[in-house]
């Protein structure tokens, strides 16, 4: 069965950092992608980043581009959000998610596996 856990979030200050992680276990498929997506109180999930993790590409929402990066170690089967400069408005659940084959950012409904979620608090 494939899992995904998430791990890394917390409450800091604005304009403070955070890393999230998301280790995935029993996705065996030979193309692959996966995601970061958000969702705060009363607000629709929304995508953050992505990675096609053959090729490495991602994929940032407008609203966290050039504050934000998306990485990976495919030896640990491991995605890493890093999240810098953090607002307020960054306060959210955010939830890892995996899915079979290349995904140019990719919608909720796209993506097959999701995990747990980690709850990112950015007080002012």
């Given at each position: 069965?494939?899992?995904?856990?998430?791990?890394?979030?917390?409450?800091?200050?604005?304009?403070?950092?955070?890393?999230?992680?998301?280790?995935?276990?029993?996705f065996?498929?030979?193309?692959?992608?996966?995601?970061?997506?958000?969702?705060?109180?009363?607000?629709?999930r929304?995508g953050?980043?992505?990675?096609y993790?053959?090729?490495?590409?991602t994929?940032?929402?407008?609203?966290?581009?050039g504050?934000?990066?998306?990485?990976?170690?495919n030896?640990?089967?491991?995605?890493y959000?890093?999240?810098?400069?953090?607002?307020?408005?960054?306060?959210?659940?955010?939830?890892?998610?995996?899915?079979?084959?290349?995904?140019l950012?990719g919608?909720?409904?796209?993506?097959?596996?999701?995990?747990?979620?980690t709850?990112?608090?950015?007080?002012?």
């Amino acid at each position: 069965r494939v899992h995904l856990v998430e791990s890394g979030g917390g409450s800091v200050q604005s304009g403070e950092s955070l890393r999230l992680s998301c280790a995935a276990s029993g996705f065996t498929y030979s193309s692959k992608s996966m995601a970061w997506f958000r969702q705060a109180p009363w607000k629709e999930r929304e995508g953050v980043a992505s990675i096609y993790s053959n090729s490495g590409h991602t994929y940032y929402d407008d609203s966290v581009k050039g504050r934000f990066t998306l990485s990976q170690d495919n030896a640990k089967n491991t995605v890493y959000l890093k999240m810098n400069s953090l607002k307020p408005e960054d306060t959210a659940m955010y939830y890892c998610a995996a899915a079979g084959g290349p995904l140019l950012g990719g919608t909720v409904s796209e993506y097959t596996y999701w995990g747990q979620g980690t709850q990112v608090t950015v007080s002012s």
